[in-house]
C-alpha cells in the first residue's frame, strides 16, 4: 500500500465512450501527476499539479483531460481514444515538485489497465 | 531521446545468487537517481536513491553503486529471493529539475529461477 489509490483498476473502453480515471492520495502530498506505461516503453510523464494547479503538459492529445479539484485528487478523462492509447495509467504523487532534491521521492499508484477497442 | 537506458532487457538468476542489474546514463549533469521496482500488475516502488555526491548506497539486501566517470549506475540485490522477480528500473533527474524532471529507463526483467 503506498498511499495512492487509483479506480478502476481495470477499463474497457470503445473509441466514441467517454469515461474517467480516478486518483487519491492520502499522504498530504502537494505534487501529482500522470503517467502511461506503454509495453516496451520507459514511463513517459503527461501532467504534473502542484497544489491544484497543471504546471506541465508534455504535448499529450486532448483526447485526455486532466482535473484536479483538490490536492487529494486527481482525474484522468477519456474522450474518443483510439487503440494505440491502450497501456497501463499510473498516477504519483509526492511532497512536492523538488522532491527529487530533498530525499523524498514519488509515490506511485497501481494503475489503471486501459484498454481501447 | 532517451538519456537513461538499461543493458539486458532480462535477468535470469538463480534462487540465493546475487543479482545485478545496469543502467547507463548520458547527462553529465544527473545528479539524483532512483531504482524503481515493479512487481506484475502494479505500480512501481521505490526501493533505493543515490546522490551524485556518493558513489554507493546500501538498504536491506540492496546496494546502488553509482561511477560518475563512466556514467554507469547498478542495482545489486543479495541473496535473491522469489520476490525479487520483477522488473527494475532505473531513474535520473538533472540538477535543478523537480520530480517532474525524472528520466526513465525502460527496465530490466529479473526472472528468480528456483
Known amino acids: 500500500e503506498t498511499g495512492v489509490t487509483q479506480t478502476p483498476r481495470h477499463l474497457v473502453m470503445g473509441m466514441t465512450n467517454k469515461k474517467s480515471l480516478k486518483c487519491e492520495q492520502h499522504l498530504g502530498h502537494n505534487a501529482m501527476y500522470w503517467y502511461k506505461q506503454s509495453a516496451k516503453k520507459p514511463l513517459e510523464l503527461m501532467f504534473v499539479y502542484s497544489l491544484e494547479e497543471r504546471v506541465e503538459n508534455n504535448s499529450v492529445p486532448s483526447r485526455f483531460s486532466p482535473e484536479c479539484p483538490n490536492s487529494s485528487h486527481l482525474f484522468l478523462h477519456l474522450h474518443t481514444l483510439q487503440p494505440e492509447d491502450s497501456a497501463l495509467y499510473l498516477c504519483a504523487s509526492s511532497q512536492d515538485l523538488s522532491a527529487a532534491h530533498s530525499g523524498n521521492t514519488i509515490y506511485f499508484g497501481e494503475g489503471s489497465w486501459l484498454t481501447v477497442v | 531521446g532517451e538519456s537513461v537506458g538499461l543493458h539486458l532487457p532480462t535477468l535470469s538468476v538463480q534462487e540465493g545468487d546475487n543479482s545485478i542489474i545496469n543502467c547507463a546514463y548520458s547527462n553529465s549533469a544527473s545528479d539524483y537517481f532512483i531504482w524503481y521496482k515493479q512487481e506484475s500488475g502494479k505500480g512501481p516502488q521505490f526501493i533505493i536513491d543515490i546522490r551524485s555526491n556518493m558513489d554507493k548506497r546500501q538498504g536491506q539486501r540492496v546496494t546502488v553503486l553509482l561511477n560518475k566517470t563512466v556514467k554507469h549506475l547498478s542495482l545489486q540485490i543479495a541473496a535473491t529471493q522469489p520476490g525479487d522477480s520483477a522488473v527494475y528500473f532505473c531513474?535520473?533527474?538533472?540538477?535543478?529539475?523537480?520530480?517532474?524532471?525524472?528520466?526513465f529507463g525502460k527496465g530490466t526483467h529479473l526472472i528468480i529461477q528456483p
Open positions: 531513474a535520473e533527474n538533472i540538477l535543478g529539475g523537480g520530480a517532474d524532471g525524472l528520466t
